[in-house]
Structure formats: structure tokens, C-alpha cells
């Protein structure tokens, strides 16, 4: 009881702190504003009058003010970053017909990896701690016994992929293929001639004088360096608007060999695309659901063992997969860090960023074995969207930055119900927020990506206006069902 009754008080302490920091411009101004007010009530007529003379007006004079006035207020208007708008976003949702679940992934792994009971064992072992359900789905080609990806195949899945994810955006937005101004296309381990951003084209019949873009290469953090580049674009492109094209295609690039750090993906990735419409149209506020307020870039390919954590490589029987170092988790900690120091004084409280200035001091110059403040983001934010890229990514995080249960529930039914769907899961998780009704007015998202390279990316919207559950979106027809438990193993 005593150390409840401790706890308590502390939490109020804390509380009343961050009041007082955060709020100590009101605190400091407000009283003297009433002095000021109750002294001119304390003058009379003739006073105020004497007062009023005494201050020496001419024309010169007022009209040079204006004009300072009219030139400061003109040079901040013109010179202030145009403000970026999500307009609206739509999550590609697979068909049943290619759900794969365990039984079917098991029955595959033990026919292509007969070879090696160990694999097998291995492949077993990671399904019961991967996080993922029942209802992931693979392309078509995946499901072949034995696989045979080719060419076409893939192509066949990014047009699947992609174009119905197009099609969802225009039918929610209303918005014409013509009136298209800016196009961007990221999908990592796919890289075909044509291109995919002019695969969109052809089958949109975009403008001949289009902005588009295709990002090839990037990871899983590829969606958000999208929105950097289209943040940018729209910076000196006035009356524009945006759109992003986020996926990763699977069917060429399924590992058939028997390295187990090459075989990690496999078990992880899945389908997944999403289409992203930004504004930067005065008149496209009112619509908007989201405003573009930070995005934070943080590239560690500088460091050698960053640089090859993740890598596409032929192991030695010249099978081409994924290659996940045994470093991969410590690496993302450092990134992370490193985009938590940058991102930080942007957007957390003043009372948070005195903790962690006085902390700092403290162990610089007293002890250095004090523990490291870590900031409360919760100050921050309302809700937070991490990269679903496994279960050891979203528990690794949600430690680091000291998350409840709650805070990280979008990202871990996001990894159940759909699996790592790379670059595009980020937005699979807003909208798991979106369809639980939780995404009110004034709301700030705070999402997150890892990529190869390493890089860690950040991106920080706030909601415009309380957004309704869909009707329509991958959550539709199971949100009523989420959350589930997933237990930490799952006996198959």
C-alpha cells in the first residue's frame, strides 16, 4: 500500500510538472496582462486622455508602419513552406482464394525443403512465434507446388496489386486520373522495364507532362521516403497534387535455397499495396484527413554492418534471397535512436525535453551510470503506427520507446491480419485506427519505418477532423473481431 500511495503521488507530481513547463507562457504573461488591465481601470478621463496625446502620431509615420506591416506579413506568407494534405488513402485487400495459412505453409515447406528436416523444424518453429493469423495471403505463384515465378507472373501480381489499389483511391476521392499532377511508385525487389510508375501511366492515361517516379531498392521504409519526396515536390509545384503507389512484389523474389538467415522473409512478408493521394490545394483542407507536419530521414549506410543487416545476395548452391543479420535488431535500436534525437525537439513538450536536457547534464558531469531519460512520447502523440516487419521489430520498439499495450495494438493486428506487407503496412495500421473509430480532430500519428541500408524514417500527421469508420477497406468485414491474443507461441 505505502509504495502504491508513493507511486501515486509521484504520478501527480509529474503531472503538475509538465502542467506548469508546458503552460508557463500563460502563467507568465497572464498576470501581468490583468496588472496592466486594472491599472488603465485605476486612470480617469482626463489621464487616459493625457496618455493618448502624449503619444506623437503623424502621417509619415503611419503610413511607413503599414507598409512594414503589409512587407513582413507578405515576405511570411510567401516564404512559409506550403502546408501538404492526405487527402485520402486505400489499402489493396486480397482475395480469399489466395489466404495461406499455416497448414498450407507447413505442407508447402516440408515438400520444397524435404530435403533437410532440420529446415523444416526451423520453418515450424518460426510460424508459432511469427505473430501472424490465419488470413495472409500470398500471390498465385507463391502457391504452386512446385514454385515457378517468372516474368509475367510477377507482373500479373503488381497490376493485381496496384491497379486495384488505384482504383479505390479515384472511387473514394472522386479524383480523375487527368487531374493527376505527381506520381510515385516505391516498390523495393521489383524493377522492371517498363517501369511500374509507367505501367500506372499507361493503364491511367496519365498527362503526357507528369512528375512521376519510381523508387526501387529502398526497404520497407520506401513508403515514407515516398511521402519526403512528395512533401518536396509539392513545395515548389503550387495548386498540385500527389499520388503514391506503396507495395513490394513477392512472387519473384521467393527464396527456394536453405539458408535460414535467407529464409526468414519467406515466412514474413506478404501481400500487400496501398495508394496515397497528398494536396497542397488551399481549397482541399476542408476534405483533408490528415495534416503533413514533420518527416525525419535517417540513413546509417554509413556504418558497414548497417549497410549489410539486410541485403539481397546468392548464398552458395546461387540461390537469390534476403539476407537478415544476426545485428539486424540492434542496428534498427541505433537507427531509431538516431531519429529519435532529431525527431524529438520537434514535437515533444517543453516539460519532456527539460527532463531529458537535465538528465543528459546529470550524467556528463555527476554520474555516468545514471539511466537515460526516455522521452514520453505519449505527450506527443495519440496514436502510433510501426512497421509491422515481425514480432521482434514491434516488441524491440515498444520497449524502447516505453509503449503500453494499446499503443502498439494497430501494429500487431495489422502483422496478424495481413503480415509484413513492407512499405504499405504502415498504412493497413492507420487504418485499423481509422475502423475502431479512435482517430478524433486534432489527433497526431506518429508512424514509423525501418528499411535496408539501414534506414529509419519517420513521418508525423495530425487529423483534421474526427474520421467515421469506413464501410469499405481491409478491415471492413473483420474489425469486429480485432483485438485477438496472440500468445507468444502457438503450439502447430
Known sequence: ??????????????????????????????????????????????????????????LIYLICSSFLIVYIATFYLMSRPRTVYLIDYACFKPPSSLRAPFSTCIEHGRIILNHSPKLIQFQLKIYERSGLGEETCLPPAVHYLPPNPNMADARAEAEMVIFSAMDSLLKQTGLKPKDIDILIVNCSLFSPTPSLSAMVVNKYKLRSNIKSFNLSGMGCSAGLISISLARDLLQVHPNSNAVIVSTEILTPN???????????????????????????????????????????????????????????????????????????????????????????????PASEQLLFLFTLIGRKIFNRKWKPYVPDFKQAFEHFCIHAGGRAVIDELQKSLQLSAEDVEASRMTLHRFGNTSSSSLWYEMGYIEAKGRMKKGDRVWQIGFGSGFKCNSAVWKCNRTIKPPTEGPWSDCIDRYPVHIPEVIKL
Open 1 to 58: 500500500m505505502p509504495e502504491f500511495t508513493r507511486s501515486l503521488k509521484l504520478k501527480y507530481v509529474k503531472l503538475g510538472y509538465q502542467y506548469l513547463v508546458n503552460h508557463f507562457l500563460s502563467f507568465f504573461l497572464v498576470p501581468i496582462i490583468a496588472a496592466l488591465f486594472l491599472q488603465l481601470l485605476h486612470l480617469g478621463p482626463d489621464e487616459l486622455f493625457t496618455l493618448w496625446k502624449s503619444l506623437h502620431f503623424d
Open 254 to 348: 521467393s527464396y527456394v535455397g536453405s539458408q535460414r538467415s535467407m529464409l526468414l522473409p519467406n515466412f514474413l512478408f506478404r501481400m500487400g499495396g496501398a495508394a496515397i493521394l497528398l494536396s497542397n490545394r488551399r481549397s482541399d483542407r476542408r476534405r483533408a484527413k490528415y495534416r503533413l507536419l514533420h518527416v525525419v530521414r535517417t540513413h546509417k549506410g554509413a556504418e558497414d554492418k548497417a549497410y549489410r543487416c539486410v541485403q539481397q545476395e546468392e548464398d552458395p548452391e546461387g540461390h537469390v534471397g534476403i539476407s537478415l543479420s544476426i545485428d539486424l535488431m540492434v542496428i534498427a535500436g541505433e537507427a531509431l535512436k538516431s531519429n529519435i534525437t532529431t525527431i524529438g525537439p520537434l514535437v515533444l
